[in-house]
């Protein structure tokens, strides 16, 4: 039992570049999320879907995009990538039934030079 | 919308010495709460939870929470610390309808021999 797993681990890009960080989870969780960490301000949400074929907004969306491929996957895209988002990236995920525990993956450290 | 505060950033303790971090949180209702452990380099683990009944909750590796409704608070302690428990803790909130976590800032954790 993997739990949540996340691709890549480490990956630097150049200021513009665009990629797409992959979140899988194997525990039938119905909500996904996407959490960024940065130093002193603890984690923030970005984008979540709370079922297959739904996603919306958290509290940090802006330059970042989102697809909930099927019920397992939920993939992060940065399209055109700033040194502002030099981050680690979290996913998460939860079922449906109260209190809604949020299990999370090992994280991607994410640099943009 | 909820949130939390984490008033310690950094506190120092001696192994064997016990150890309390406060969580102070914002909610009109009764909210889910929850405290995490971060390990240098490792995503978030869940130490545990509160969502009802008792006030003070048991968890993993020795830690129990107590939740104080006239204060707001959610308040992590430990009776012995040990040299594994350097790391970072999360204090988080959840809305009785809401699938979203809301994060505190954070407090490192540093145990000195």
């Known amino acids: 039992n993997a739990g949540v797993t996340q691709t890549p681990k480490f990956q630097v890009l150049k200021t513009g570049q665009s990629m797409t960080l992959q979140c899988a989870q194997d525990?039938?969780?119905?909500?996904m999320y996407w959490y960024r960490q940065d130093p002193g301000m603890g984690l923030r949400l970005i984008y979540y879907?709370?079922?297959?074929?739904?996603?919306d907004k958290g509290e940090v969306p802006n330059g970042y995009n989102v697809s909930r491929l099927n019920k397992r996957e939920f993939s992060l895209r940065l399209e055109s990538a700033a040194p502002s988002q030099t981050s680690v990236y979290f996913c998460?995920?939860?079922?449906?039934?109260?209190?809604?525990?949020?299990?999370f993956g090992p994280g991607t450290r994410l640099t943009v030079t | 919308a909820q949130s939390v505060t984490q008033p310690d950033i950094h506190i120092t303790v001696s192994e064997g010495a016990s150890l309390e971090l406060r969580c102070n949180y914002s909610?009109?209702?009764?909210?889910?709460l929850f405290w995490y452990v971060q390990s240098p380099g490792q995503g978030l683990q869940l130490l545990l939870k509160?969502?009802?009944?008792?006030?003070l909750v048991q968890g993993i590796k020795g830690f129990e929470a107590e939740f104080k409704r006239s204060q707001s608070s959610f308040n992590l302690r430990k009776p012995s610390v040990h040299w594994s428990d350097a790391a970072e803790y999360f204090c988080?909130?959840?809305?009785?309808?809401?699938?979203?976590?809301?994060f505190g800032a954070g407090t490192t954790v540093t145990v000195r021999a």
């Open positions: 879907s709370a079922s297959e074929g739904t996603t």
């Open positions: 998460a995920s939860s079922d449906n039934i109260p209190p809604y525990e949020q299990y």
């Open positions: 988080a909130v959840e809305g009785s309808n809401d699938y979203k976590l809301s």
């Open positions: 509160y969502f009802s009944g008792d006030t």
């Open positions: 525990m039938n969780h119905n909500s």
């Open positions: 909610y009109g209702a009764t909210p889910y």
